[in-house]
């Protein structure tokens, strides 16, 4: 499977988000993530549906939303119309999951699943026929900038080694949180196919040879 660069916006210049997009998708971005927070699920408060509404004119490169909400099935409409072209919900943040899922599908988007770092794999068994994305977070969410978790590597293989065995099972893996030129390709050796990077793409005025930094430890 192709390796796709997601530059996470939460790190970006929010009063400048235009010329930073369009610098990321001129640079080899693969895809924009987007990190939604509403202060309950995670203790952190971020962006809306209208940023998500905002962006789609500016950029061609695929949206990959990423609700860190309660009750994500209230919400899935909005976003759904506001333009995302991925929709990924976390497996802790609704008793719905399948239904939501389902919702998500219905509007002909993309259909993700995230879990925490306490959350295992075994977790997810019902889910994953259904599921076009599995988004394992590397660090506990809410927050840019912190220290990649180690022991989230063993859930990337497994869901690697099901996804090979398992017939019915179309899904791309997404690693998410303190991802760097140092932790990249342990995640990727592990089986990962989608790499979200907010603090380090953004660390330097170049977000361009950051991207492709990472990609290069990865290719
Ligand atoms: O979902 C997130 C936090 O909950 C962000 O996508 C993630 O933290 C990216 O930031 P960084 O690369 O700086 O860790
Ligand atoms: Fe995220």
Redesign the pocket.
């Known amino acids: 499977m192709a390796m796709k660069i997601a530059p ?1 916006i ?2 970006a210049d929010f009063l400048n988000l235009q010329r930073d997009v369009e610098n990321l998708e001129a640079n080899g971005a693969d895809l924009l ?1 987007v ?1 939604i ?1 509403d202060g309950h699920f ?1 203790p952190n408060l971020s962006f809306g549906p209208q940023t998500v509404a905002a962006l789609r004119p500016l950029t061609k490169l695929p949206l990959d939303v ?1 609700l ?1 909400v309660d009750g994500p099935e209230q919400f899935i409409e909005t976003f759904a119309k506001a333009g995302a072209d991925t929709i990924l919900v976390h497996l802790e943040s609704t008793p719905h999951i399948y239904h939501v899922l389902q919702l998500i599908q219905k509007y002909n988007v993309k259909a993700g699943i995230v879990i925490n770092p306490g959350t295992p794999v075994d977790a997810l068994k019902a889910v994953l026929p259904i599921v076009q994305q599995v988004l394992v ?1 590397t ?8 220290e990649f978790l180690e022991t989230t590597l063993s859930k990337i293989t497994h869901l690697d080694q099901l996804r090979q065995v398992e017939a019915d099972y179309d899904f791309e893996i997404e690693v ?5 030129d140092q932790t990249i390709k342990s995640t990727a050796d592990a089986g990962a196919d989608i790499f ?6 953004f660390s330097a005025n170049t977000p361009g040879q950051q991207i492709q930094t990472l990609r290069n430890l990865i290719e």
């Open positions: 996470s939460l790190s993530h990190d927070m995670v990423h860190m977070m660090v506990n969410p809410g927050f840019g900038g912190q998410d949180g303190g991802i760097n979200v990077a907010g603090s380090y793409v």
